[in-house]
């Protein structure tokens, strides 16, 4: 009897122990479903908050002088992070134009000499080698011609996994990661002189940064370049004979058909903090003779 009334208890004192940790389980269960359904509610209201910024900078831009562009004009006032209720929010937008342009090294499939030349140019002054301009310009190409030091489908097929060419323009420069050569450490050297625009484009010399400028200016020295562009950020050139009357010296040849003192593309960056959530949305607006900017692409991380 006393056999019977122990294991009584014994059982009594497993099912309570059962109980419990299926209560245990289900309590952490809906802390994990809360906490999901929590951050999941930070994430849509980060994403609602960025896209209202990308709409923001498009009516800034819509509202911007297009004449002339320059550093001094609304769309160029960096905004912060701005503390709100529960969210914090800040963003950019960026001339492109005053970028190098990539895709401009072909036109209608076809290499482009003058813009190839410029691009090593370019390189040059970030120290990097100039047989880049020549493998980019056979992933950008339509031909399966080899250029000195380039690569085609024979050197891409032997990558694992294999891929070819992609015989068309950048939709972005990330893309220049799949390109021989240009590694990580390149790309970030890169990356702040250059943009990927669906079409050959002028550089703006109101926006171009002094490494562009000498690029596009023969015979202009590092130091003159720096001196131009602080000389056009409390001055902008309203034309490119202003831009011209500018330059220190008569020798100075700047390139008679790729600069401009105005831009139609411009990349919006919107940052969005909400509680534990994060969203960045980037978007890439041409702005044409419609009053509104259009969306060339928007991607967000």
């Known amino acids: 009897m006393k056999r019977e009334t122990g294991a009584a208890v014994i059982m009594a004192i497993l099912s309570m122990a059962l109980v419990a940790s299926l209560a245990a389980a289900l309590l952490w269960q809906q802390q994990v479903w809360l906490r999901e359904t929590d951050n999941m509610g930070h994430s849509v209201q980060a994403t609602a908050f960025a896209q209202a910024g ?13 004449n ?41 499939g076809k290499t482009d000499p ?5 691009f090593q140019r370019l390189l040059a002054g970030l120290n990097l080698p100039l047989t880049l301009a020549n493998t980019l310009a056979d992933w950008l190409d339509a031909d399966n011609i080899v250029q000195p030091g380039g690569a085609e489908d024979a050197v891409y097929l032997n990558h694992f996994p294999p891929y070819r060419t992609a015989n068309h323009i950048l939709m972005d420069v990330s893309e220049l990661r799949y390109v021989q050569g240009f590694d990580l450490q390149t790309i970030a050297r890169l990356r702040p002189f250059v943009s990927a625009l669906p079409q050959q484009t002028p550089i703006n ?41 500018a330059l220190p010296r008569l020798d100075i040849n700047p390139d008679p058909q790729g600069l401009t ?20 949305i980037w978007t890439l607006f041409e702005r044409g003779s419609n009053a509104w900017p259009h969306i060339i692409w928007q991607k967000a991380s």
């Open 68 to 108: 002339e562009v320059d550093l001094l004009q609304p769309w160029a006032q960096r905004l912060p992070l701005l503390p709100m209720e529960e969210v914090q929010a800040g963003g950019f937008l960026q001339d492109e134009q005053g970028l190098f342009n990539l895709n401009n090294l072909v036109k209608q």
């Open 205 to 245: 010399v109101n926006t171009a940064p002094p490494e562009v400028l000498l690029a596009m200016v023969d015979g202009l020295s590092p130091a003159e370049a720096r001196t131009l562009v602080a000389q056009r950020d409390n001055q902008p050139f309203l034309a490119l004979t202003d831009f011209h009357q």
């Open 261 to 280: 003192v105005t831009s139609s593309y411009f990349m919006a960056v919107v940052t969005v903090h909400a509680n534990r959530a994060q969203r960045t």
């Open 114 to 118: 003058h813009w190839q030349m410029r």
């Open 54 to 66: 990308a709409d923001w900078a498009a009516f800034i831009l819509a509202t911007s002088p297009r």
